[in-house]
């Protein structure tokens, strides 16, 4: 079982930018997709962003789009969240996780999922 660990979560002001950071560790995560999730206050938790093994393929949720970027480093067993233009709908508890199904956008295709970290977003 692979562990994730996120960070770089914090308060900032709407505009700003924040990196977070998703660290692998245990069994590796060669091969799988991984992805961004995100749970408002008080809402479900909803898709932001995952990518491919190789980093060819990537997919946004709409709301993100032109906002943030994923990226990875398999050599450091990492994944990137560049999250720019901040909003403060963007305020929620965001999560990483190894895709181990075939839809890159569905929560229920992804597991190993991390403790997730704080990002607030102030007007």
């Known amino acids: 079982q692979v562990q994730l660990v996120e960070s770089g979560g914090g308060l900032v002001q709407a505009g700003g930018s924040l990196r977070l950071s998703c660290a692998a560790s245990?069994?590796?995560?060669?091969?799988?997709?991984m992805g961004w999730f995100r749970r408002p206050p008080g809402k479900e938790r909803e898709f932001v962003a995952a990518?491919?093994?190789?980093?060819?393929?990537?997919k946004y949720a709409d709301s993100v789009k032109g906002r943030f970027t994923i990226s990875r480093d398999n050599a450091k067993s990492t994944m990137y969240l560049q999250m720019n233009s901040l909003k403060p709908e963007d305020t929620a508890v965001y999560y990483c996780?190894?895709?181990?199904?075939?839809?890159?956008?569905?929560?229920?295709?992804?597991?190993?999922w991390g403790q997730g970290t704080q990002v607030t977003v102030s007007s």
């Open positions: 996780a190894v895709q181990y199904g075939s839809n890159y956008t569905r929560e229920k295709d992804f597991g190993s």
């Open positions: 245990g069994r590796t995560f060669s091969g799988y997709a």
């Open positions: 990518i491919s093994w190789s980093g060819s393929i990537t």
